[in-house]
């Protein structure tokens, strides 16, 4: 379940909870990449909360990241932590990691919120 999505300034917070289908997926990642602030989005943190399941088909990444890899504002300088607290979310990251390991943009997965932020780095934050 989408539980937030937040995009302003150099970022795009979101936060999945519960079953997470994959069409989530893609309704997230289409309002990240159409909202009109995307060209100066260049961080993304994804937080997988108390995720019980996930109903996405083993076809269902490789689409999400070629979908994403077509979009030109994903570039190199572009991150995405994905933070994770269970190792079915963990597992779930990591194929998607995988998936993303030919893409221009810079993919990681963490446990720990404050890893993926010091990852993403200091100098670009959200603002307000």
């Given at each position: 379940m989408i539980e937030e999505i937040v995009i302003g300034g150099h970022r795009a917070d979101v936060t999945l909870t519960g079953t997470i289908t994959r069409d989530e997926i893609v309704d997230v990642n289409e309002q990240i990449l159409g909202?009109?602030?995307f060209?100066?989005?260049k961080?993304?943190?994804w937080r997988f909360r108390s995720v019980s399941d996930f109903r996405?088909?083993?076809d269902d990444l490789p689409a999400i990241v070629e979908i994403a890899?077509?979009?030109p504002g994903m570039s190199s300088d572009m991150?995405?932590?994905i933070v994770v607290d269970s190792a079915l979310s963990f597992g779930m990251?990591?194929?998607y990691q995988a998936y993303a390991d030919h893409v221009?943009?810079?993919t990681l997965v963490f446990e720990r919120v404050e890893d993926a932020e010091a990852w993403l780095g200091a100098g670009i934050g959200r603002e307000a």
């Open positions: 909202h009109p602030d060209a100066q989005v961080r993304q943190l996405i088909g083993p890899s077509r979009e991150r995405l932590a990251a990591r194929m221009p943009w810079q």
